[in-house]
């Protein structure tokens, strides 16, 4: 086995892993922690059951029909540049993934528990969870991959 498919293979085993982080975590969330009860860490970092129903950084949205279907047309678009990118850009494959497997997460709460399922609060930031770290990861490797930074000669 190449070591290139071989580091493939075991970079989606560790997204794989973050996915049942992040179901794991939120099946924690709900069954433990009451509407009013939280964990606080080092003062800034809280941990605080919060269902979400609006939409990306609890934006009020109050459509369930309008956002699966778009969530649903997002996740073929991002499954279909996948599938185009499978053999072109590991990558890109990677922040593609990170990208799918978190939209999947949120989604399956939005479906089984009628919100998204938020806990982390650092009190700077939006609540979150696992799954939007996923995102956000995976547009951050998508913009630094497809946008690379290019390096200046110096000038003498």
Sequence with gaps: MKKTTKNFILINLGIFFLFLVDRFSKWYAVSFL?????????????IKLYLNEGIAFSVSFYQ?????????????????????????NKTAIVGLTLIIVGAISNLLDRLVQGA???FI??????IFNFADLMIVSGVFVLV???FPIKQHEKIH
């Design 64 to 88: 369930p029909l309008i956002y699966l279907i778009n969530i649903s047309i997002l996740l073929i678009l991002f499954a279909f540049l996948r599938k185009e990118y499978l053999n072109k």
């Design 34 to 46: 009451g509407e009013e009860q939280h964990y606080v860490f080092l003062k800034f970092f809280r």
């Design 121 to 126: 609060n650092l009190r700077v930031l939006p």
């Design 116 to 118: 998204v399922i938020d």
């Design 144 to 146: 630094f991959k497809l």
